[in-house]
């Protein structure tokens, strides 16, 4: 029963998280998609004008966002499946969040270097964040491997262009052109730097969420299992004292049998 009573406290506490991140993620999630696909655009757009934007590296660098503790279900290990099929069939630059991903890294035997970061599972630590960011903003294209939240049910493996890069612009066949005001340069800073860092924030927090409603789901089972196996035992334990029970009978009757042949 204290193993039941352990369980139900997780995922009390999951569920607390969860719940915490769950309406800011979702209220944000539509904003910041809509901010990405205006990314492409523009991105495009300043490009054509001969203009690059900051400057960059021109390579790419793959971000794994892991955990850093367990019993979060499997939503990491498909998360880190999809990234490793990325990583060995592109030439890029591998980054991983969280002490799990470092340990799937060496199970795996991937051999590729990487830069590793500590980060915390239940918030953005902004100290951690600014670190990170500062590597990533170097790189021409920065692509983020994480576990999105479609329901208590639902937790998939996603991967995003968080700078801007190969999105599927819905067009109408029209010439667009964009009037950059104050300049080009200004909006360049503005969406590589700021935007870039607020989309890859929303990464952060959908992982989050995805990672504790996982949770949530795969305590629930285990709590589930656990009273299923109390059962099993209850039933051993009663089958076990029937058995002793009839034992003791039975020697009981023996008992008596031999006295009254030795009475005769």
Excluded at 3 to 11: D, I, N, T
Excluded at 18 to 36: P, T
Excluded at 44 to 71: I, M, Q
Excluded at 154 to 168: F, I, K
């Amino acid at each position: 029963m204290g193993l039941r009573s352990l369980v139900e406290v997780y995922e009390e506490v999951a569920a607390m998280r969860m719940q915490k991140v769950r309406g800011a993620v979702l209220a944000s999630r539509q904003f910041l998609d809509e901010m990405l696909e205006v990314f492409g655009r523009v991105r495009e757009a300043y490009k054509k004008k001969g203009f690059t934007g900051l400057t960059k590296n021109g390579r790419t660098a793959a971000v794994l966002l892991s955990a850093n503790s367990g019993l979060f279900g499997d939503i990491v290990d498909k998360t880190f499946e999809k990234f490793a099929g990325f990583i060995q069939a592109k030439e890029c630059d591998v980054v991983v969040v969280g002490k799990l991903g470092v340990r799937m890294m060496t199970d795996s035997k991937i051999s590729k270097l990487y830069n590793y970061y500590d980060f915390p599972d239940d918030n953005v630590d902004l100290e951690s964040f600014a670190l990170i960011m500062r590597y990533l903003l170097q790189f021409e294209k920065v692509v983020v491997f994480y576990g999105k939240f479609g329901s208590i049910l639902t937790q998939n493996p996603v991967m995003t262009a968080v700078s801007g890069e190969n999105l599927e612009v819905k067009t109408t066949g029209e010439k667009v052109e964009y009037i950059f005001e104050p300049s080009i340069d200004e909006i360049a800073k503005i969406f590589e730097g700021q935007i870039k860092s607020s989309l890859f924030e929303q990464t952060l927090h959908e992982s989050q969420l995805a990672k504790f409603a996982s949770r949530l789901l795969n305590l629930d089972k285990s709590w589930e299992n656990i009273g299923r196996r109390l059962e099993g035992v209850g039933r051993e334990e009663a089958r076990m004292r029937r058995k002793t029970r009839n034992g003791k009978q039975l020697a009981t009757f023996s008992g008596m049998s031999l006295w009254w042949r030795d009475r005769v």
